[in-house]
């Protein structure tokens, strides 16, 4: 096999920030490193990327590996290149923001990771650069968030108003006026109202509703407009 002359073999890894969304709060997976240098220390879920490998299919083997789920939504964000980011070897990481519903991801955690969910605002202290990767892919869901309806990814099958809310309140770290938000989900047509209600929040109960799926997909890169002034939270 023909290779480039005189050049440096370097390796590239991919890591994994996954979010998730438990009905009240943003928390992130985080893993206890099972190797040298830093071992138990908490760390994004990564690998190294194999010969026949692309990027994205690295990182899905990843997270297939860890949380046993397939089809998640996957957005790389740019690498971290600097040359003494990993002690060990010369190593470039491209980090992926992942999106995951917690009631699916619990059924089939795998327990070899010894994985746990934190708080996105009591996050311990990470390995290497991997605590500027969760701040980097936070940014960048607060931006792809406001213009595409990427947070249903985190929502259960089912769901009321409120708790989408919430959800875009958390990631936010704002509050939107209740009614108007309401009207401004609704009108995307993205919903679809179900007969029965959450009555656990409130006597008079919420309605759950249901993505519209074809919708969704067919309409995913449409300007949400039910985020106001979107822009403040993008700097």
């Known amino acids: ?6 050049q440096t073999r370097i390796l590239v890894a991919v890591d994994c920030i996954i979010f998730g ?5 943003f ?7 099972g190797f040298a240098p830093q071992k138990q220390k908490w760390s994004l879920m990564g690998g190294f990327v194999q010969p026949q490998e692309s990027l994205e299919a690295g990182a899905q083997r990843v997270l297939k590996q860890l949380t046993g789920l397939e089809g998640v939504y996957l957005e790389q964000i740019p690498a971290f290149s600097e040359p003494t980011r990993d002690p060990v070897e010369r190593t470039i990481a491209v980090p992926y923001f ?15 990771y010894h994985a746990e969910w934190f ?12 605590e500027e990767m969760v701040e980097m892919a936070k940014m960048r869901l607060r931006y792809k968030a406001a213009l595409h ?17 919430t959800l875009y309140e958390k990631l936010y770290d704002t509050t939107f006026d209740k009614r108007n938000f309401s009207r401004k ?22 309605f759950y ?22 822009e403040k939270f993008l700097v």
Do not use: C
């Not at 096999?1 to 005189?6: D, E, F, H, L």
């Not at 708080?119 to 991997?130: A, K, N």
């Not at 990427?150 to 089912?158: A, G, V």
């Open 27 to 33: 928390k992130l997976l985080l893993i206890q490193r």
């Open 149 to 165: 309806p990427i947070l249903f990814e985190l929502l259960p099958e089912k769901f009321t108003l409120p708790k989408l809310q």
């Open 98 to 112: 992942a999106l995951i519903d917690i009631q699916k991801y619990e059924a089939q955690l795998s327990s070899e």
């Open 185 to 206: 989900v609704l009108s995307t047509g993205l919903l679809v109202r179900q007969e029965e209600k959450d009555k656990e929040s409130s006597r008079k109960g919420a």
């Open 119 to 130: 708080l996105l605002s009591e996050m311990p202290s990470l390995i290497f650069d991997h």
């Open 1 to 6: 096999m023909m290779k480039y002359s005189g």
């Open 209 to 230: 509703f249901k993505l519209d799926k074809e919708k969704y997909y067919d309409n995913f890169e449409a300007f949400l407009k039910f985020i106001p002034k979107p």
């Open 21 to 25: 969304f438990d009905g009240e709060n």
